[in-house]
């Protein structure tokens, strides 16, 4: 989706609910389009990222933008900042 950095020099990236099974966390996929060097065809690259959701309301595929943040747990490291409904 999208890659920015705010005024902290925090990553900002826009991805995908898969999952929100966890207590105040989310799964959010992050998908980014590349041109494949030799074959110059775009190709699709996925990623996922641990996100805290403090109030719970961020459901499967909802939109939204997640910064970086210190280490809340063994895999958190970003933050949910802004939801945007599917």
């Known amino acids: 989706?999208?890659?920015?950095?705010n005024k902290s020099g925090r990553r900002v990236l826009v991805g995908r609910v898969v999952s929100d099974k966890m207590d105040k966390t989310v799964t959010v996929e992050v998908t980014r389009?590349?041109?494949h060097p030799?074959?110059?065809k775009y190709v699709t690259r996925?990623?996922?990222?641990k996100a805290h959701?403090?109030?719970n309301d961020c459901k499967v595929d909802d939109v939204v933008v997640?910064?970086?943040?210190?280490p809340l747990s063994r895999t958190k490291r970003w933050v949910?900042?802004?939801?945007?409904?599917h």
Do not use: G, L, P, W
């Not at 989706?1 to 950095?5: H, N, P, Q, Y």
């Not at 996925?46 to 990222?49: E, G, Q, S, V």
């Not at 997640?66 to 210190?70: A, D, K, P, W």
């Not at 949910?80 to 409904?85: D, F, H, K, S, T």
């Open 80 to 85: 949910v900042i802004e939801r945007r409904a």
């Open 46 to 49: 996925r990623k996922n990222f």
């Open 38 to 40: 030799k074959y110059h």
């Open 53 to 55: 959701d403090e109030a």
């Open 66 to 70: 997640i910064q970086e943040s210190r």
């Open 1 to 5: 989706m999208a890659t920015e950095e």
């Open 33 to 35: 389009r590349i041109k």
